[in-house]
């Protein structure tokens, strides 16, 4: 079965970094991107950015560009997302995703979601 | 702001069909494949649609999706309770990212 199991809940005060782990399992690890998307409280969904587990390739949004950073480690199947220098409108539910290569927005196996909270 | 244009609510009673448009641009969704995604209240969205009109195994033959130009559309025939959801339009963009439609909110009275 196809899995994404991601980090739990965090807090942060403004100007902190996070970094959100998620798990692959059920699948060949670097056949498939990890998109990033977060949802704001109440809001839609907002796409962050991509990275290639192939080659470690990267893509982000250009609103986080500079704050952002997308890493892998396929030893262990993971995905990692880093978001520095928070800030209260980074409050928000931020899902890892399995993405097709060649097809980004094909986003078939999404994580259940981190809260990440920015509060002082 | 989404880059792709949703009507923020629809609704109809059971049995009936609903439609749900999207519009977008020709950088994104005429030169490129639509998908819809379901996110039930409180959990996680899924893929519902994928390259315009495409059904992953298990979504049920309800749901239906269609492009044209500019502009793509999701209906959902013989509505059930169970379709209470919002639902998101997204494409890739030739700016080299995926952009989303703000959502709508399907209500089933």
């Known amino acids: 079965q196809v899995n994404l199991v991601q980090s739990g809940a965090e807090v942060k005060k403004p100007g902190a970094s996070v970094r959100v782990s998620c798990t692959a399992s059920?699948?060949?690890?670097?056949?498939?991107?990890i998109t990033w998307v977060r949802q704001a409280p109440g809001q839609g969904l907002e796409w962050m950015g991509w990275?290639?587990?192939?080659?470690?390739?990267?893509r982000y949004a250009q609103k986080l560009q500079g704050r952002v950073t997308m890493t892998t480690d396929t030893s262990t199947s993971t995905a990692y997302m880093e978001l520095r220098s928070l800030r209260s409108d980074d409050t928000a539910v931020y899902f890892c995703?399995?993405?097709?290569?060649?097809?980004?927005?094909?986003?078939?196996?999404w994580g259940k979601g981190t809260t990440v909270t920015v509060s002082s | 702001q989404a880059v792709l244009t949703q009507p923020p609510s629809a609704s109809g009673t059971p049995g009936q069909r609903v439609t749900i448009s999207c519009s977008g641009s020709?950088?994104?969704?005429?030169?490129?494949?639509v998908y819809w995604y379901q996110q039930l209240p409180g959990t996680a969205p899924q893929l519902l649609i994928y390259?315009?009109?495409q059904r992953p195994s298990g979504v049920p033959g309800r749901f239906s999706g269609s492009k044209s130009g500019t502009s793509a559309s999701l209906a959902i025939s013989g509505l059930r309770s169970e379709d209470e959801a919002d639902y998101y339009c997204?494409?890739?963009?030739?700016?080299?990212?995926?952009?989303f439609g703000g959502g709508t909110k399907l209500t089933v009275l």
């Open positions: 995703v399995r993405g097709h290569y060649g097809f980004l927005a094909e986003m078939d196996v």
């Open positions: 059920g699948y060949t690890f670097n056949t498939y991107a």
């Open positions: 990275i290639s587990v192939y080659n470690g390739d990267t």
């Open positions: 020709s950088s994104n969704i005429e030169s490129n494949y």
């Open positions: 390259r315009n009109n």
């Open positions: 997204a494409a890739w963009d030739d700016s080299l990212r995926v952009v």
